[in-house]
């Protein structure tokens, strides 16, 4: 087996452009459309704990807080972001992440405002929960 080591990776055709051989070779897909271009990880009280591409949480309300990138997106609403959360470092359960911004404004280039809500038997509402994570896919600008 060999072994190939660089710190650069450049496309032959596109400078920002490389494409990969997918899993048994019939399909492709491009390298830089598959990577995360923002992740972080952060606890109750907004604070990060690790992160890509995250400069800062703000903390707008219960259950409401703002990502803000380092680096911005390539244009509003041209990315996704989504996560998932839990109560305690033990739980097992999967909560679901609101990663919809509440309202058209509240995705720009610069950060994304989302909101955790809790549902148990059909009730619920905005919640804080003990450990957070989250990631954006789309284009850098």
Known sequence: MSTVKT???TGTTSA???VVTGEGGSTTTNLQQGLAKQWVTY???QAITDSLNTSTITD???GNHKYNFTNNFRAAQAYTTG???ANTADDTTPYSYMAKPMQDDDITTAS???ITVYVSNGSGGFFDYAYSCSSSHGDLA
């Open 7 to 9: 710190n650069t990776l």
């Open 16 to 18: 920002g452009s490389i």
């Open 43 to 45: 606890n109750a009280s």
């Open 60 to 62: 707008i309300g219960t």
């Open 83 to 85: 996560g998932v959360m």
């Open 112 to 114: 994304v405002e989302c």
